[in-house]
């Protein structure tokens, strides 16, 4: 597998693997923009519906995300999200009536579409609580973005049964949400991944499933900083549970809904009027098959009276204003774990290797990566050159107990054409310099004691700069890895 599609090959190729071990078999250059994804793969499921996208996004990872609505004859038909994986694979997520479900095409071009399981959306979802006390919020500044981190959790045996990449799909279902914010005019909202973990235990879409999810994600919120739980499993007896409001769910993975109606508990919201009482928290059937988001799902909107959609107001102001209640619980939503001062990197092994790229900068120029610890990896920076760094770290294996696993890490300097080792702070010219990369891998053959099964865990490692003692960025590293 190359070392990352966003990385140019100037001069030969090779394995991943061997590209780590000797960083000599290859040449890399500036990081590239990400390319939207061919029409051509996902026009059989759309039918005649035509696709309108939205902005390209470039995940740190190497992933790039596009999302948008589905139009039809009669204006919106339903939506679309699409993630494109470094290694050139791609997800679709399709909803559009009477074609739901998950297009993958690997990335030697073998499609797959699995039909979405349809759930009844208005059955009974929720586990009535008052959530816990979150810290108190400053007001986000006009403009600004209030972010939601959410880490999300897959079983097993949901993996086995959708047989998805981890990353992309927990990427695609947090994009689910944010097109649904702002189709509605919610645009200073967002929903963002801060990691992903993998747990062998069968974990159920039932009411106790929605409790073990929470009670284990919950409990990690200090090593992972994030604010809700997010839990994909099989089985059970709903498409998805989530306590309302509150800040966790768990959702069935054979859907493409249940994780943004689900949400939409958790912010406080109920199906239809009046399932909730004589207030505007509810979802909204417009007519004409045109459901909202909790009163149907059919289309990609949370209720709201500002907004028309072909000719029909999707929401009233005294019933179902689900884009309201959003505005007044983004503070509780976002404020569950401090906001992360630093960069985050998010590691699944099915990723092969992911990146974290800090910004150039005019104090900026001699940066590497260090541990905090000697028992991780390199805790001060040198001259170096090229190389590989082992890192250590102990992750949780299924048998709960933390086992320490070695990843290869590399660090690269915007306009040098090799890697060198992660702590080095050289130059491949005294006035080249600018953005720095963190490549980050597991591999196999690197951890053979390893018993079968997954390891979840973070790392802390820190950014510093030889000639500015007075600066450093944090880098919360999530790792999920498969032995």
Same mark, same amino acid.
């Given at each position: 597998m190359p070392l990352n599609p966003l990385y140019k090959v100037i001069a030969g190729t090779c394995a991943l693997s061997w590209v780590l071990a000797t960083t000599g078999c290859a040449q890399v250059s500036s990081v590239e923009a990400p390319v939207p994804v061919s029409a051509d793969v996902y026009a059989d499921q759309i039918g005649e519906s035509r696709f309108e996208p939205g902005a390209l996004q470039q995940q740190a990872s190497g992933y790039s995300v596009q999302s948008g609505n589905l139009l039809g004859k009669q204006g919106v038909s339903g939506a679309m999200v699409v993630i494109r994986a470094p290694d050139g694979a791609v997800t679709v997520f399709v909803d559009r009536e009477g074609n739901r479900g998950l297009l993958q095409v690997d990335a030697s071009g073998k499609r797959t579409f699995t039909p979405d399981v349809e759930f009844d959306p208005l059955q009974l979802d929720t586990v009535e609580d008052k959530p816990q006390e979150t810290r108190p919020s400053a007001l986000p500044a006009p403009g600004a973005v209030t972010y939601v981190d959410a880490l999300v959790g897959f079983t097993t045996q949901a993996l086995a049964a959708r047989e998805v990449d981890p990353y992309a799909f927990a990427l695609g279902q947090m994009?689910?949400? *944010?097109? !649904? $914010?702002? &189709?509605?005019?919610?645009? *200073?909202?967002?929903? +963002?991944?801060? %990691?992903? $973990?993998?747990?062998?235990?069968?974990?159920?879409? @039932? @009411? #106790?499933? $929605?409790?073990?999810?929470?009670?284990?994600?919950?409990?990690?919120?200090?090593?992972?900083?994030?604010?809700? &739980?997010?839990? /994909?499993?099989?089985? %059970?007896?709903?498409?998805?549970?989530?306590?309302?409001?509150?800040?966790?769910?768990? &959702? =069935?993975?054979?859907?493409?809904?249940? /994780?943004?109606?689900?949400? %939409?508990? *958790? #912010?406080?919201?109920?199906h239809c009027y009046p399932a909730a009482g004589d207030n505007y928290r509810h979802g909204f059937d417009a007519g004409g098959g045109f459901t909202t988001n909790l009163c149907g799902n059919s289309r990609p909107y949370y209720s709201t009276p500002d907004i028309s959609v072909d000719g029909r107001v999707i929401g009233d102001a005294k019933t179902a204003d689900m884009a309201r209640l959003w505005r007044e619980?983004?503070? +509780?939503? !976002? =404020?569950?774990?401090?906001?992360?001062?630093?960069e985050r990197l998010i590691y699944v092994s099915t990723q092969g290797a992911a990146q974290v790229t800090l910004p150039a900068g005019n104090a900026r120029r001699r940066v590497g990566v260090v541990a905090l610890s000697t028992e991780v990896g390199p805790i001060s920076l040198v001259y170096g050159g090229q190389g590989v760094t082992t890192l250590t770290v102990k992750l949780q294996g299924a048998d709960g107990r933390q086992h320490p696993v070695n990843f290869r890490a590399l660090r690269h300097m915007s306009g040098c054409p090799q890697t060198t080792t992660m702590n080095s702070y050289q130059l491949c010219h005294p006035d080249s310099g600018g953005a720095m990369t963190l490549i980050l891998s597991y591999e196999v053959e690197d951890n053979l004691q390893l018993p079968a099964g997954w390891y979840n865990g973070t790392v802390e490692l820190k950014a510093l700069d030889v000639d500015n003692s007075n600066w450093s960025v944090p880098i919360l590293v999530t790792m999920a890895v498969r032995r």
């Open positions: 994009e689910w949400v *944010n097109l !649904s $914010l702002r &189709n509605s005019a919610v645009r *200073n909202i967002e929903l +963002r991944l801060a %990691g992903v $973990l993998v747990t062998q235990e069968d974990i159920p879409v @039932t @009411t #106790v499933g $929605l409790s073990t999810w929470q009670q284990r994600l919950t409990a990690l919120r200090s090593s992972y900083r994030h604010d809700i &739980n997010v839990g /994909f499993s099989v089985g %059970g007896d709903a498409g998805g549970w989530a306590y309302r409001p509150g800040y966790s769910s768990v &959702n =069935s993975i054979h859907g493409t809904s249940p /994780f943004k109606h689900e949400m %939409g508990h *958790n #912010v406080g919201g109920a619980q983004a503070g +509780r939503l !976002s =404020s569950y774990s401090p906001a992360l001062a630093g």
